[in-house]
C-alpha cells in the first residue's frame, strides 16, 4: 500500500510544471512589449514541453527581425541538413559597427603595439552540444529573450561593454531527437519515477550528433560539419570567455569550473586559471542568493583541448563547463528531492546571466590577458629548445593533405621543405611540411604534437594523449636548429584535386592502393560493375611509354573480364572526381612479378558489411565505423540491433564488423549461425570488445588479458581506503597512443609504408599472441608507450601483446584487433586495416594452430 501511495504522488499535470517569465526573472526587469516572449511564439512557456530545434531557430529568427540589437547568421548545416544559428548581439549603436569591433578585437592579439582602445569583450555562449542535455537549448530562449527585450542601465552596461556570440544549439541533429523523445513519451500527467519511458532513452541515445559522435570531444578532430562551423566562427572572433553548458546525473546538483586543480594541461598559463577563479565567485554568487546547491574543483578536468570548455584555454579565451543534474524529461525524483525540467533552465539562466556580469567587471583583464596569450607567443617559442616539427610527406597525398588541412583550420601554418632534411636521425624529403612553433598558435602546436607521459595528476577525465601526427600515422621529429632549414615562404594552402587526360582503351589499368581514399574510388568502381583484381605481391607492368611499379595491394583493372561498355568511362571519371591516377597498361605480360593473368591477382568484390548495433555495444564506436565506412570508403553499412540478428540471412553479406561491446545477449543459434557463415567464407572482423566475442566463441584461436587480469598485477598490499582512487587511476588507461610492429607483407597492412604503427588504447584488455606463424599482424613494441599516461605496469604488460591477430576459420576468415582502429573519427592511420578487411580479408590463408 505504501509503494501505491508513493507512485501516485509521483505525478505532476502539465499547468503544474508550467512556469511563466517571472519564475524566470526578477520582478524588477523589464521588457520591451514588442518582442514577443518564447510563450507568444511557441505557444507554451519555456520548460512546459522541450523545444524543438526548428522551434528553437524560428525564435532566433523573429527576435533578430524585431531587435536591433542582434544579427542572426546561419554558419553551417549539420548532417540532417539543419541549420547551426549563431546569433551576434550587442548595443544597437554598435551592432551597425560590429565588423570594425571584430577587426579591432583580432588588431590587439596580432600586434602588441595595436592602439588599445576601450574595446568590448566577446563573449561567447554556447548550449546542449549533448543533444539529450537539453536545458541548455531551453536556457537559450530566456537568455536571447532577455538580450533582444530587456529594458535599463544593467542591460545596457552589458551590451555596451560585450558583443555576445549567442549559440543556441551545438548539436541540433541530438537536440531534435531528444526533444521527439522526451515530448513523444509525457502524457497530460507527468510521471516522475525514473523508470519511466521518458526517463531512459532506447539505443543508440541522443547526447550525440547524427553519426553517433559526441560532439563534445571534437573541438579538436573536426570530424564534423557541427565542429567545422564552429570552429571557423570561433577564430573568425577569438571570445574572451566561452561557456559550455551540460547536464549530468539527475543525483548530482550543479558544477561550474574551475574543475580538479592539479588537472589543467600543463601548457595552459596560470593566469587562466585565476581568471576562471574569478569568475566562478559570480556563480557562486547568485546561486547562493537562490540557494541553490553546487560544486566546484570537483569530477571534471581541464586537461583535454578537444572539448568546448577547454579549447577556448589553449586559444587565449577562458572556458567555463557548466553541469545541471539533469531531469532527463520534463519531472524526476532524485536524492535531492523533485527536480522539474523549469528548474534546470532556470540554474542555467543565472549562470548564463552571473557569466554576463563576470566578463563586464572583468573585462579588461579579460582584453589584457588575451592580447599577452598572443603577443608573447612568438617570444616564449624562441625560449624553446627546439624550433619546430618536420612532418614527412610519405606516398600518401591525401592523408597529408587532411592533416595539413585540420592543422589550417585551428590557424596552424605548416611550410614545405625546399630541400631534404635530417631531424632526430632520420631524413624528410622534399615537400615533406615544417611546422614552426614560433607562430601565433606556439601553445596550440606543442600541444598537438606533444608526447609528454608522465604529468602532475596522472588521472584523467578524458584523453592524455591526442597526438595528431600519431593518428595520421605520419612520421616526424623536432627540428634543433635551423641550420640546413629550407622551407618555402608560403604556408600551405588547400589546393584542388588534379585532374587527368580521359583515359583509352587499353589491356588493362591499375591504381596504387597508397592514397586514402583509394578504397572509396575502388568501392565505387565495383558498384559501377568495373571490375578488378588485387596484386598481391609486387610487379611491375608495361605501360605506354615505360614501366611502372605497382606495390602490393595496387588494384589491376583488365580489360578482358569487363562486360560494361563504359568501363573506361567509368575510370576515367574515378581518377578526376578522387584526384588518384590510373594507369594504363599495355601487356599482360609483366618486366617483374606476376603476369595480369596470374591467380596471385586476387578478386576484389564490393563488400556488403553487417555491423551489428543495439544494446550491449558501444554507440560511439559502432557509429565510428558507420561513419568511416560511409564518409571515407563509400560504404553504406547494414546496421542492425543485436536482437534482430537471428531474422536476417546471413548469406547476404560479405562482412560482419562487430565494434567493442558484450555480446552476451546473442543466443545461441546466433553464434552457431555466425560460426557458420564464417566457414562457410566469411570475413569476420572484432575490436575490443568484439573482439573478445570472437575469442569466447573459439572462432578467433588465442587467448586473452581481461581487466582484472592486468590490474592483478598492482600490489596493492600496504594500501589505505584513502588510495582507492589513485590506485584506480593507476590501472586504468584513459587513453594513450602506443607503437606496434607491422608485418609489411600482409594483406590487412597494404599501403602502410612503415613497419611500425601508432595505435590509440583507451582500455587495458589485451589480446594474447598467437603461437601460430603468419597471424600475428601487429605487435606491441617492447618499447610500446609513444604519449599519453600509462602506468609502468601497464606497459610492461602491453609490451610485446597482439594488437592484431588475423586467421583463416574453414573457407572464411576471422581478424581480432585490441584496439578501435577508426576512434574519434581521427586515426586515419589504423583505419586502413579496416578497409583492407573488407577489400582484401579474404585473399589471405593461415592456419590458427
Known amino acids: 500500500m505504501r509503494l501505491i501511495i508513493t507512485i501516485f504522488t509521483l505525478f505532476l499535470s502539465f499547468s503544474s510544471l508550467a512556469q511563466p517569465l517571472s519564475y524566470y526573472f526578477e520582478d524588477d526587469v523589464k521588457f520591451n512589449p514588442a518582442i514577443p516572449t518564447p510563450e507568444e511564439v511557441l505557444g507554451y512557456e519555456v520548460g512546459e514541453w522541450h523545444v524543438r530545434h526548428d522551434q528553437l531557430v524560428r525564435y532566433m529568427e523573429i527576435l533578430a527581425e524585431k531587435s536591433d540589437r542582434i544579427n542572426f547568421e546561419v554558419i553551417g548545416r549539420t548532417h540532417e541538413q539543419r541549420p547551426l544559428v549563431m546569433l551576434t548581439i550587442t548595443a544597437a549603436d554598435k551592432l551597425a559597427n560590429v565588423e570594425q569591433t571584430r577587426q579591432a578585437h583580432l588588431a590587439r592579439l596580432a600586434d602588441k603595439n595595436a592602439k588599445k582602445a576601450d574595446q568590448p569583450a566577446v563573449v561567447w555562449m554556447g548550449y546542449s552540444v549533448h543533444g539529450n542535455e537539453s536545458s541548455g537549448s531551453n536556457t537559450a530562449l530566456l537568455v536571447a529573450y532577455y538580450l533582444a527585450a530587456a529594458q535599463g542601465r544593467e542591460v545596457e552596461t552589458l551590451l555596451n561593454n560585450t558583443v555576445i556570440l549567442l549559440d543556441p544549439s551545438l548539436n541540433p541533429d541530438g537536440l531534435a531527437r531528444f526533444a521527439n523523445w522526451a515530448n513523444s513519451n509525457r502524457g497530460m500527467n507527468l510521471s516522475s519515477d525514473p523508470q519511466t519511458r521518458e526517463h531512459v532513452e532506447s539505443w543508440p541515445s541522443s547526447r550525440t550528433n547524427h553519426y553517433w559522435f559526441d560532439l563534445n570531444r571534437d573541438w579538436l578532430l573536426l570530424q564534423h560539419p557541427e565542429s567545422r562551423a564552429r570552429i571557423a566562427k570561433f577564430h573568425h572572433w577569438k571570445p574572451n570567455v566561452l561557456t559550455d553548458f551540460h547536464e549530468m546525473g539527475p543525483n548530482s546538483t550543479y558544477f561550474f569550473q574551475p574543475g580538479i586543480p592539479t588537472r589543467k594541461h600543463p601548457i595552459t598559463p596560470d593566469e587562466n586559471v585565476s581568471l576562471t577563479k574569478a569568475i566562478a565567485n559570480y556563480h557562486a554568487k547568485t546561486l547562493d542568493e537562490n540557494n541553490a546547491l553546487y560544486f566546484t574543483e570537483e569530477s571534471f578536468d581541464d586537461f583535454y583541448y578537444g572539448k568546448g570548455s577547454t579549447y577556448p584555454d589553449v586559444n587565449g579565451g577562458v572556458g567555463i563547463l557548466f553541469e545541471q543534474a539533469s531531469s532527463r524529461g520534463h519531472v524526476q525524483e532524485t536524492q535531492n528531492g523533485t527536480l522539474t525540467f523549469p528548474f534546470t533552465i532556470k540554474n542555467q539562466l543565472l549562470t548564463s546571466m552571473s557569466t554576463f556580469q563576470a566578463a563586464i567587471d572583468n573585462r579588461q583583464a579579460l582584453l589584457d590577458y588575451q592580447a599577452k596569450f598572443y603577443n608573447q607567443a612568438v617570444e616564449l617559442a624562441n625560449e624553446e629548445d627546439f624550433k619546430g616539427y618536420v612532418v614527412q610527406a610519405g606516398n600518401d597525398s591525401a592523408r597529408l593533405g587532411l592533416f595539413l588541412d585540420l592543422l589550417k583550420q585551428h590557424q596552424i601554418e605548416a611550410y614545405p621543405l625546399n630541400k631534404e632534411l635530417k631531424a632526430d636521425g632520420k631524413r624528410f624529403s622534399e615537400g615533406s611540411y615544417f611546422v614552426p612553433l614560433a607562430q601565433p598558435q606556439f601553445r596550440l602546436v606543442k600541444a598537438v604534437f606533444s608526447e609528454q607521459k608522465r604529468f602532475v595528476d596522472n588521472t584523467f577525465y578524458d584523453v592524455s594523449g591526442w597526438t595528431l601526427a600519431h593518428a595520421f600515422n605520419l612520421d616526424f621529429a623536432s627540428v634543433k636548429s635551423g641550420w640546413g632549414l629550407d622551407v618555402s615562404d608560403n604556408p600551405w594552402q588547400k589546393i584542388e584535386k588534379p585532374s587527368?587526360?580521359?583515359?583509352?582503351?587499353?589491356?588493362?589499368?591499375?591504381?596504387?592502393?597508397?592514397?586514402?581514399?583509394?578504397?572509396?574510388?575502388?568501392?565505387?568502381?565495383?558498384?559501377?560493375?568495373?571490375?578488378?583484381?588485387?596484386?598481391?605481391?609486387?610487379?611491375?607492368?608495361?605501360?605506354?611509354?615505360?614501366?611502372?611499379?605497382?606495390?602490393?595491394?595496387?588494384?589491376?583493372?583488365?580489360?578482358?573480364?569487363?562486360?560494361?561498355?563504359?568501363?573506361?568511362?567509368?575510370?576515367?571519371?574515378?581518377?578526376?572526381?578522387?584526384?588518384?591516377?590510373?594507369?594504363?597498361?599495355?601487356?599482360?605480360?609483366?618486366?617483374?612479378?606476376?603476369?595480369?593473368?596470374?591467380?596471385?591477382?586476387?578478386?576484389v568484390k564490393a563488400p556488403k558489411v553487417l555491423l551489428i548495433g543495439g544494446q550491449g555495444t558501444s554507440q560511439y564506436e559502432v557509429g565510428e565505423v558507420w561513419y568511416y565506412l560511409d564518409r571515407f570508403v563509400g560504404v553504406a553499412p547494414t546496421i542492425v540491433e543485436m536482437q534482430r540478428l537471428g531474422r536476417l540471412e546471413l548469406s547476404d553479406y560479405s562482412h560482419i564488423v562487430l565494434a567493442n561491446g558484450n555480446y552476451n545477449s546473442l543466443s545461441d543459434a546466433d553464434k552457431v549461425a555466425i560460426k557458420t557463415w564464417v566457414r562457410k567464407g566469411g570475413v569476420i572482423w572484432g575490436h575490443k570488445g568484439g573482439a573478445k566475442f570472437l575469442v569466447d566463441q573459439q572462432l578467433l584461436k588465442t587467448g586473452y588479458l581481461s581487466r582484472?587480469?592486468?590490474?592483478?598485477?598492482?600490489?596493492?598490499?600496504?594500501?589505505?581506503?584513502?588510495?582507492?582512487?589513485?590506485?584506480?587511476?593507476?590501472?586504468?588507461?584513459?587513453?594513450?597512443?602506443?607503437?606496434?610492429?607491422?608485418?609489411?607483407?600482409?594483406?590487412?597492412?597494404?599501403?602502410?609504408?612503415?613497419?611500425?604503427?601508432?595505435?590509440?588504447?583507451?582500455?587495458?584488455?589485451?589480446?594474447?599472441?598467437?603461437?601460430?606463424?603468419f597471424v600475428n599482424v601487429l605487435q606491441y613494441t617492447q618499447k610500446p608507450l609513444l604519449a599519453g599516461f600509462t602506468d609502468d605496469v601497464n606497459v610492461e604488460q602491453v609490451a610485446g601483446a597482439a594488437g592484431l591477430v588475423a586467421h583463416s576459420y574453414g573457407r572464411g576468415n576471422v581478424i581480432g584487433m585490441t584496439d578501435n582502429p577508426v576512434f574519434r573519427g581521427y586515426w586515419y592511420g589504423t583505419s586502413r586495416l579496416l578497409s583492407n578487411a573488407l577489400f582484401f580479408g579474404h585473399t589471405f590463408r593461415a592456419n590458427s594452430e
Open 500 to 603: 587527368f587526360k580521359a583515359l583509352s582503351n587499353q589491356y588493362a589499368f591499375g591504381f596504387k592502393w597508397d592514397n586514402y581514399l583509394a578504397p572509396k574510388m575502388l568501392n565505387k568502381l565495383l558498384s559501377q560493375g568495373v571490375k578488378a583484381r588485387v596484386a598481391l605481391s609486387p610487379l611491375s607492368a608495361k605501360s605506354v611509354a615505360k614501366s611502372v611499379d605497382f606495390a602490393a595491394g595496387s588494384i589491376i583493372v583488365p580489360a578482358g573480364i569487363q562486360d560494361q561498355d563504359n568501363w573506361v568511362e567509368l575510370l576515367s571519371a574515378a581518377q578526376n572526381e578522387f584526384g588518384i591516377e590510373i594507369t594504363p597498361i599495355t601487356s599482360g605480360l609483366t618486366a617483374k612479378g606476376a603476369d595480369l593473368g596470374s591467380r596471385s591477382l586476387a578478386v
Open 708 to 773: 582484472q587480469d592486468v590490474a592483478s598485477a598492482f600490489n596493492t598490499g600496504g594500501l589505505n581506503y584513502g588510495d582507492k582512487d589513485h590506485l584506480a587511476g593507476r590501472q586504468r588507461i584513459a587513453g594513450a597512443i602506443f607503437n606496434t610492429s607491422v608485418d609489411l607483407t600482409h594483406p590487412l597492412t597494404y599501403s602502410l609504408e612503415r613497419n611500425t604503427l601508432p595505435v590509440f588504447k583507451n582500455s587495458t584488455w589485451l589480446l594474447e599472441t598467437s603461437s601460430a606463424p
